[in-house]
C-alpha cells in the first residue's frame, strides 16, 4: 500500500508548478484583504481547488494509462489500491494547506502585501470537511465505473477552476445583503469541528463501500 501512495506522490509532481503559482496568487488575494472571514473562505477554497486539480489529475493519469488492469494484474490486496486512495486525499489536503500557510507568511513576512493575516487552522479543516464528504460520495462511485466518470471528472474540472470567481461573487452578494455580518457573529469554528467529526466518520464508512465495489468488480 506504501508503494501506491508514493506512485501517485510522485504523480502529484507533474503539476508543481501550477501548484505554486495558484497558492500564491491565491495568498496574495487573502492577504491583501482586510476581511478575516473571506480571506479564510478564500484560504479554505485555494485549498480545495490544489485537492482537486491533482486527484482529478492523478486518477485520470491511472484511466488513460490503464494503471488499474496492471495493478489488478498482479499480486496486490485490492483492498489497498482502495485504501491508498483515500489515505492520499488527506495526504494532500494537509500538504496544500501547509503550503497556503508558507505562502502567506512568506508574503506577510516580505511586507508583498498589506491587509490580512494568515490561514488559519479552520481554514485548514474547512477545506478537509469540503474535500472529504465531496470524496465519501465520489469514490464508490468512481470504483465502481472507473473511466466511465470521465465527462463527470470534465465538468469538474471547470468547476474546480472556477472555484474562486464563484466564492468571490457570493462573497459580493452577501455582502450587499447584509449577511456577511451575520455570518461572521456564527459560531463556526464550533461548527467545523463537529462537522470534521461527522464527516472523518463517514468517511470511513465510504471506504468500507468502496472495497467491497472493488472488491467485486471485474477487469
Keep these: 500500500m506504501i508503494s501506491l501512495i508514493k506512485k501517485d506522490f510522485k504523480l502529484s509532481f507533474k503539476i508543481n508548478l501550477f501548484v505554486i503559482i495558484y497558492a500564491l496568487f491565491i495568498s496574495a488575494v487573502g492577504v491583501y484583504l482586510n476581511e478575516p472571514l473571506v480571506s479564510n473562505l478564500l484560504y479554505a477554497v485555494s485549498i480545495v481547488v490544489l485537492t482537486f486539480a ?24 485490492r483492498r489497498n489500491i482502495v485504501r491508498s486512495k483515500y489515505i492520499i486525499l488527506i495526504f494532500y489536503t494537509l500538504m496544500y494547506g501547509l503550503v497556503t500557510i508558507l505562502c502567506t507568511k512568506v508574503l506577510i513576512r516580505l511586507n508583498v502585501v498589506d491587509g490580512g493575516g494568515s490561514v488559519s487552522l479552520q481554514s485548514i479543516i474547512a477545506a478537509v470537511n469540503i474535500v472529504l464528504l465531496f470524496y465519501t460520495i465520489y469514490y464508490p462511485f468512481y470504483f465502481k465505473l472507473g473511466e466511465g466518470l470521465r465527462s463527470f471528472n470534465a465538468i469538474l474540472w471547470v468547476f474546480v477552476m472556477l472555484g474562486p470567481t464563484m466564492l468571490g461573487r457570493g462573497m459580493a452578494a452577501l455582502y450587499k445583503r447584509g449577511l456577511l455580518d451575520r455570518l461572521m457573529n456564527v459560531d463556526l469554528d464550533k ?15 465510504s471506504l468500507q463501500i468502496s472495497k467491497r465495489i472493488y472488491g467485486k468488480r471485474e477487469f
Excluded: H, M
Aim: hydrophobic content about 45%; charged content about 15%.
Design 54 to 77: 491533482t486527484v482529478i489529475f492523478t486518477n485520470g493519469y491511472d484511466d488513460k494509462n490503464k494503471s488499474e488492469i496492471i495493478l489488478n494484474s498482479l499480486p496486490l490486496d
Design 191 to 205: 461548527i467545523n469541528f463537529y462537522l470534521l467529526g461527522i464527516v472523518l466518520v463517514l468517511y470511513y464508512i
